[in-house]
Structures are given as structure tokens and as C-alpha cells.
């Protein structure tokens, strides 16, 4: 059974920077889609990027195109997602969501469905 634990969220003001990280563990690292989802108050859970481990594939969600790149560390079998320029509306809670392995297809950050392990979820919250 895989273990995904997110770290790095906490508070910042408005054009402000936060790194996350998502570990994984007990399980294989490469070729398997893993997405970071966020929770807002109020609001439905959704995607925001994406990444085929292994690959250099990536996927963006549209509102957060330019500002957040995630990228991958085999090394410690984790993922990074680098926000930057974050808004009010970045608030909330961020989970990394993991596919089984090995993973052909194209990650989907729109869809729950594909991700079978997920973390606890780290907080963020960006003042104005």
C-alpha cells in the first residue's frame, strides 16, 4: 500500500511564493501519475498539475498555467510543486493524489478517478 505524505504549505501574502513536497513510499516511484489536487473552503476539490514520473510529462490546470510548476526528485521519491505569484484564491488544502504503476496512459489532472493513493493534504493560505 502506497504512503504519499505532503509537506510544505503554510501562509503567505498575496504575490508571495510556497514550495510543496509529496513524498511517496512503499511503493515504486517511476511511471506513475502524481497530482496535486486543492480544496477550497466551500468548494469542489481540483486538480492543478500533473506529472508522469519518469518522464518529463506534465500537465497544468488553466488558472494556474505560468505560476506553478511541479517537477520530480527520483532521488527521494518524491514530487515538488513550486507556486509562485500565489493569489487569495490559491487558499486551501493541497493534496498529492498517486496512480498505480506502471502508468501509460496520459495523466489526467481534471479527473479523481485514475488516483488510487492520496496524502493528507498540507494547508496553504494566502492573505490580500
Known amino acids: 500500500q502506497a504512503q504519499l505524505q505532503e509537506s510544505g504549505g503554510g501562509s503567505v501574502q498575496a504575490g508571495g511564493s510556497l514550495s510543496l513536497n509529496c513524498r511517496l513510499s512503499r511503493v515504486a516511484y517511476n511511471r506513475r501519475c502524481i497530482t496535486w489536487f486543492r480544496r477550497a473552503p466551500g468548494k469542489e476539490r481540483e486538480g492543478v498539475a500533473s506529472i508522469l514520473t519518469g518522464t518529463s510529462d506534465t500537465l497544468y490546470a488553466e488558472v494556474v498555467q505560468g505560476r506553478f510548476t511541479i517537477s520530480q526528485d527520483r532521488n527521494d521519491n518524491s514530487v515538488d510543486l513550486r507556486m509562485v505569484s500565489l493569489k487569495p484564491e490559491d487558499s486551501g488544502m493541497y493534496y498529492c493524489?498517486?496512480?498505480?504503476?506502471?502508468?501509460?496512459?496520459?495523466?489526467?489532472?481534471?479527473?479523481?478517478?485514475?488516483?488510487?493513493?492520496w496524502g493528507q493534504g498540507t494547508q496553504v493560505a494566502v492573505s490580500s
Open positions: 493524489a498517486a496512480s498505480t504503476a506502471p502508468w501509460y496512459a496520459q495523466c489526467m489532472v481534471a479527473s479523481e478517478t485514475m488516483y488510487t493513493y
